[in-house]
């Protein structure tokens, strides 16, 4: 049966080659019914790797699996058959979950929370010693823009603040794998494009991440490699630059022509049988136009009661075998400065504690 096969495979331990972080082989994750018959294929037979380092696209309409293949990677799902290799380890291997910040569909805050307090609880779940803590929520709060407002509950944000917060949490941690679902959803423009810089930068050093998203312009600008799903199945897979080539035309850029010239052009090109020739202005994107009004009102001195832009990168975050090698101990949780702590330590207590009290 494939189940057993499955249990086999895992026992024998997964194996990842140097220099990739998540393998995926032949991997397929079906749901049963009550009387335990496949009722849903949700993936079948994946090969998937995602290289250290490189920031991989996973595409598909909904329903294609990408989501199932999430969380199977995460180790919240076991698949039916194949195996998978995270970091070096099992999914569910409690050292991977170290190195791997994640960021769901949607923001799972607690809305009474400070966005400042929601890191400090975070950072807490992975035992960082109060003053790193400190100095990580400082940098991340300035990196996604809301320095000046992370006094406020998350539940007076907006989705697309709320999503900024997301983003910081999942790299409190300072992760080498990062999976980010739909970073951008409920993001304006400018937002939107700060994110998809900040994820190149992260890319840049060093950090793995895996990109799901239905933005496509997002898989464009930053992607290294894609993959998009369908059925439960890879479909294609490959370098944006390679998938997106379009090999029926040929692009020739120059500065504005007269129509002289452009006729002279038609002319050579014709003689040469290459027929008809289209001599067009070439269009901007929207979102260029959108970013240049507002960078225009900002330099203005227009002010917004909304997000601030980012700030730089934090250097913590560097993606390398030295910020695994440097981490944090863990140590026993203390006091940060600025915090409810009382909450923090009401949210964290185990409920044997208020059983005894």
């Not at 791997?100 to 400090?120: K, N």
């Not at 035992?127 to 992370?150: F, H, K, S």
């Amino acid at each position: 049966m494939a189940t057993a096969d499955a249990t086999i495979e895992h026992a024998a331990g997964p194996t990842t080659p140097d220099g990739v972080d998540v393998t995926c082989v032949g991997v397929s994750k079906w749901f049963r019914d009550f009387w335990l018959r496949p009722r849903v294929r949700a993936v079948e037979g994946l090969d998937l790797e995602i290289r250290r380092g490189e920031i991989f696209g996973l595409l598909g309409p909904n329903g294609s699996g990408k989501s199932t293949t999430i969380k199977m990677i995460l180790g919240l799902v076991s698949p039916t058959a194949g195996r998978i290799a995270v970091l070096g380890r099992r999914p569910r291997d409690v050292a991977t979950k170290r190195q791997i910040g994640y960021l769901p569909e949607e923001s799972y805050l607690y809305g009474f929370l400070s966005a400042r307090e929601t890191l400090d609880f975070y950072g807490r779940l992975f035992r960082l010693p109060a003053p790193i803590r400190r100095e990580r929520i400082d940098r991340l709060l300035e990196m996604v823009g809301l320095d000046a407002v992370g006094h406020r509950p998350v539940r007076e944000f907006s989705k697309g603040m709320q999503r900024r917060v997301g983003l910081a949490q999942a790299l409190i941690n300072d992760p080498q794998l990062l999976i980010l679902d739909e970073p951008t959803s409920g993001m304006d423009p400018v937002a939107a494009r700060q994110i998809r810089d900040l994820i190149a930068d992260l890319g840049r050093r060093g950090k793995t991440v895996l990109l799901c998203t239905h933005q496509l312009s997002d898989v464009e600008d930053v992607c290294d490699r894609i993959a998009i799903m369908f059925g439960g199945r890879i479909r294609t897979s490959g370098r944006c630059a390679e998938l997106l080539a379009e090999e029926s035309a040929t692009t020739i850029r120059t500065p504005p022509l007269d129509p002289a010239v452009a006729g002279e052009v038609r002319a050579v090109l014709a003689r040469h049988g290459v027929d008809p020739v289209t001599v067009e202005r070439p269009r901007r994107r929207l979102e260029s136009v959108f970013l240049e009004v507002v960078e225009q009102a900002r330099a203005a001195g227009v002010t917004t009661s909304g997000a601030q832009a980012g700030g730089a990168v934090p250097d913590f975050l560097r993606g390398t075998d030295e910020a695994v090698a440097t981490a944090p101990a863990a140590q026993p949780a203390q006091p940060a400065g600025g915090v409810d702590t009382d909450l923090i330590e009401s949210l964290l207590r185990k409920p044997t504690d208020d059983a005894g009290s």
